[in-house]
């Protein structure tokens, strides 16, 4: 004798589908969190690299405060002049295409810029002696030192909370 599934099994498969793919859904959005938040750390680490650079052959930081970092009006590009809109001209390029911050997922604990905008924020210190960059995550990263939300980038490397 054949015997059909009733609506209550029915429902009962529907409600297990469902929960598995809420489940995923979670982790998939947790794991793009995280890989954003990698990409971030990684154009920060890359600043920080040329402007050691750029360091090394003016005796101090590219002077200014407040600038978004990737702009294409004022600092997609690191040259022996400082951050600038093009390098074109400039007898020495430390760092072609300064890449911005990943906008997604932010909740702008960090802005700066005209108008103002989630971005990585590069100040130099009083004579070019010292920089910060401020920038901001989506998740803490407690083996680094790093909270959720804003941080910041310094010579001596990276700390939790905003730059001072």
């Known amino acids: 004798m054949k015997?059909?599934?009733?609506?209550?099994?029915l429902l009962v498969v529907i409600l297990i589908i469902?929960?598995?793919?809420?489940?995923?859904?979670?982790?998939?959005?947790a794991a793009r969190?995280?890989?954003?938040d990698a990409v971030r750390l990684s154009n920060v680490?890359?600043?920080?690299?040329?402007?050691?650079?750029?360091?090394?052959?003016?005796?101090?930081y590219p002077m200014g405060s407040g600038i978004p970092l990737g702009d294409s009006a004022q600092s997609a590009c690191l040259g022996s002049s400082g951050f600038?809109?093009?390098?074109?001209g400039d007898d020495r390029v430390l760092l072609r295409v300064v890449v911005g911050t990943l906008d997604n997922g932010l909740h702008g604990a960090v802005t700066c810029g005209t108008p103002a905008r989630n971005a990585l924020c590069y100040s130099a210190g009083e004579d070019g002696a010292s920089y910060a960059i401020g920038f901001e995550l989506?998740?803490?990263?407690?083996?680094?030192?790093?909270a959720k939300g804003a941080n910041c980038a310094i010579p001596e490397g990276m700390k939790a909370g905003k730059c001072e």
């Open 3 to 9: 015997r059909g599934f009733t609506i209550i099994e």
């Open 45 to 60: 680490r890359q600043v920080q690299s040329a402007l050691e650079n750029y360091f090394n052959e003016a005796n101090a």
């Open 33 to 36: 969190a995280k890989q954003r």
């Open 84 to 88: 600038a809109a093009s390098c074109s």
């Open 138 to 146: 989506e998740n803490a990263l407690p083996q680094v030192g790093l």
């Open 18 to 29: 469902g929960l598995v793919g809420t489940f995923a859904a979670v982790a998939v959005n």
